[in-house]
């Protein structure tokens, strides 16, 4: 037995105390700890550096509407696995692992509601459900969202998070972009704005569609916003983009962007927005 055992044996037994895992989150920009509730009651954005962290539907409804005033819309029903497909895994398996995690039915999700005594239908797209990625369902849930905002006669604010399209769907998924298109044309021949916050990420096939046809564009401070990835873009046009030229603050000084808001005066944003863009959305 060593020096070193024989010591440490005895040194009085001493419990360990028990912390809570979810009791600390660690910001996956400047790598502090914060205090889980601490983060939430800051809006998910880290106190130490200002990181805006990705959140979902739900909590984002809670920050947006008005207390008690909004309902989540039914999301409309597809075909859940047209293709069949199956690489690693079968695509089915992968929906209800997603669904397990996040506990929700898909990517995309709308409700209705008001913001600031202004009605909006607000459509939110959750990273966490296979990254944000547009399938079928998605494409559904928007139109649903834009008819929702028709019926209402009020604005359809949208917020993107997506790593594109859903490669097991194909060609399925690729039509989700004329899709939600044509839908945008109708909200428009209704006379009502379309409004989009996109937030990090948004790329891929999001960004070629619904994502870049907003009546106004906004973005969450340093989210990253582009088609193809910068070393893909690198690589083909064989040249060194500029730092940071697919964020938030770079797309607004060079016109793609309208506004960059931090998340803490979004709601304020929003609502003076539908008071320009749509008067009559005033809620009764």
Not at 40 to 47: D, M, R, S
Not at 142 to 155: L, N, Q, S, T
Not at 228 to 235: H, L, N, P, T, Y
Not at 245 to 252: C, D, P, S
């Amino acid at each position: 037995m060593s020096w070193l055992t024989r010591v440490r044996q005895s040194i009085p037994f001493i419990a360990k105390r028990d912390t809570p895992d979810n009791l600390w989150h660690k910001c996956s920009a400047c790598g502090q700890m914060v205090f889980v509730k601490e983060h939430e009651e800051n809006q998910f954005v880290c106190p130490r550096c200002d990181h805006h962290d990705r959140i979902g539907a739900k909590a984002r409804f809670e920050r947006l509407f008005d207390p008690g005033s909004w309902s989540i819309l039914p999301s409309p029903e597809v075909a859940e696995d047209p293709l069949k497909f199956r690489d690693s895994k079968r695509y089915a398996d992968r929906i209800k692992a997603a669904r397990l995690s996040t506990g929700e039915t898909d990517a995309f999700m709308n409700a209705r509601g008001s913001v600031e005594g202004q009605r909006a239908v607000i459509g939110v797209q959750d990273f966490a459900f296979m990254g944000g990625s547009m399938g079928q369902a998605v494409g559904a849930a928007f139109v649903a969202g834009v008819r929702a905002a028709i019926e209402d006669r009020c604005p359809y604010i949208v917020f993107t998070a997506a790593g594109g399209a859903r490669m097991q769907e194909g060609i399925l998924s690729l039509m989700q972009m004329p899709k939600t298109t044509v839908a945008i044309a109708e909200l428009h021949e209704a006379g009502l704005p379309y409004i989009v916050v996109m937030t990090d990420p948004t790329t891929g096939g999001v960004t070629a569609s619904y994502a870049m046809l907003g009546d106004v564009q906004i973005a969450e401070p340093n989210a990253l916003i582009g088609f193809a990835g910068q070393r893909v873009i690198e690589s083909t046009i064989r040249e060194k983009l500029p730092e940071g030229f697919q964020r938030a603050e770079y797309l607004l000084d060079h016109g793609m962007l309208d506004m960059v808001t931090h998340r803490h005066q979004l709601r304020a944003t929003l609502a003076r927005l539908i008071g320009y863009l749509c008067p009559q959305a005033q809620a009764a």
